[in-house]
Every structure is written in C-alpha cells, then in structure tokens.
C-alpha cells in the first residue's frame, strides 16, 4: 500500500517542472468557461467544416478594439488608394468591412438577420466586389444573400467568406502592427520631449 504512494511520487517528479506547469494550465483551460468570441464561431460555425488553419488572435484583438481596427481601416484605405481603385471597388478595406459585417450578424436581432443579410449581398457580392479567390464559394454566398430565409447552411457559407478575408488580411496586419508600434512610439518620444 505505501509503494502505491510512492510510485506516484516517483512518476511526478520524474515528468518535470516545466511538464507538471503545462498540464496544470491544460486542465484549467479546459475549466475555464468559453470567452464571448468563442460562444459566436461557435454557433455561426458549422460542424462538418474545419476550422481555420491559422488562428486569428492578433487580428481579433485589433478588431475588438474599436480604435484599432478604424486605424487598419485606416491603413488599408491608402493601400488601396496607392493601387488606384476605383471607390466603388471592394478592395482590402471592403474585405475588412466585410469581416464587420459578418461578426456584427451574431448581435443582430433575428427579425433583422435577413435584411442585414440582403445588405451584406448588395455590397459585397456585386460584379465588382469582394474577391474570394473561391469562385464557387462567392456564388454560394451570393446565392444566400438572395434568399429569401435566413438558414444555418446560409449562415456557413458567409462565415467561411469570413475566414477567408481574414486569412487575406492576416499578412497585411502584421505590416499594420509593424507601422502603428513604430507611429506610436515615434509620437511618445515627441510629447516626452516636448
């Protein structure tokens, strides 16, 4: 009986601080109760479609910050400026506006779902608008946009579209960290030493 004991002793130890800390930090994830950005994909996500391959975490903390995300708002407007397009065209800052959208349909009431939907279709999936790279995919959410029911299938689709500007969009936010950390340490250097 006190051998049992002290083989489990002996096997946590042998596991190591460093193991024995990461276990300890699984276990209370898992405890911990679903964050508010979960609970959304959650229920606009579809369960027989993988998630996104590349987490999105940098680029969700930007879009939860209100001031953050008008300033990559900001500086994807004057990427597409500096590619001359047209402003009827859905350029980077459509495909952010986009992204918008889409997440804003999980706080829309249900009786306002379709026409949030309609408006999302109208914008977005025009001849000249957002540019998926899916060709078969954009059909589909342009279909469901015209529907005239909002469905789970429906609401898929658009949140695939979703994932796939934000896998867009990823590279050109590292850029954005990259210039608003160098902006906003040049501008605290400024008011120390005025």
Not at 13 to 40: H, I, Y
Not at 92 to 117: C, M, S, T, W
């Amino acid at each position: 009986m006190g051998q049992a004991i002290s083989k489990k002793k002996q096997k946590s130890k042998a596991e190591g601080l460093l193991t024995q800390q990461s276990n300890f930090v699984k276990d209370a994830v898992k405890d911990s109760p679903p964050t508010e950005r979960q609970v959304r994909q959650s229920a606009t996500q579809n369960k027989g479609s993988p998630p996104s391959p590349r987490p999105h975490g940098q680029i969700y903390s930007t879009l939860d910050n209100a001031v953050l995300t008008a300033q990559f708002l900001v500086f994807l407007h004057q990427l597409d400026k500096a590619d001359m397009l047209d402003d009827d065209d859905c350029g980077r800052a459509g495909e952010l506006e986009f992204v918008l959208a889409v997440q804003q349909l999980a706080d829309v009431p249900e009786e306002n779902k379709l026409n949030h939907i309609h408006s999302i279709g109208s914008k977005y999936f025009k001849q000249d608008g957002l540019d998926l790279d899916n060709k078969e995919l954009w059909n589909r959410c342009s279909e469901v946009c015209k529907e005239p029911k909002v469905s789970e299938s429906g609401l898929s689709c658009l949140q695939s579209a979703h994932d796939k500007c934000l896998d867009k969009l990823d590279s050109l936010h590292l850029v954005f960290l990259q210039k608003y950390r160098a902006q906003s340490c040049t501008s605290q250097i400024i008011s120390c030493l005025l």
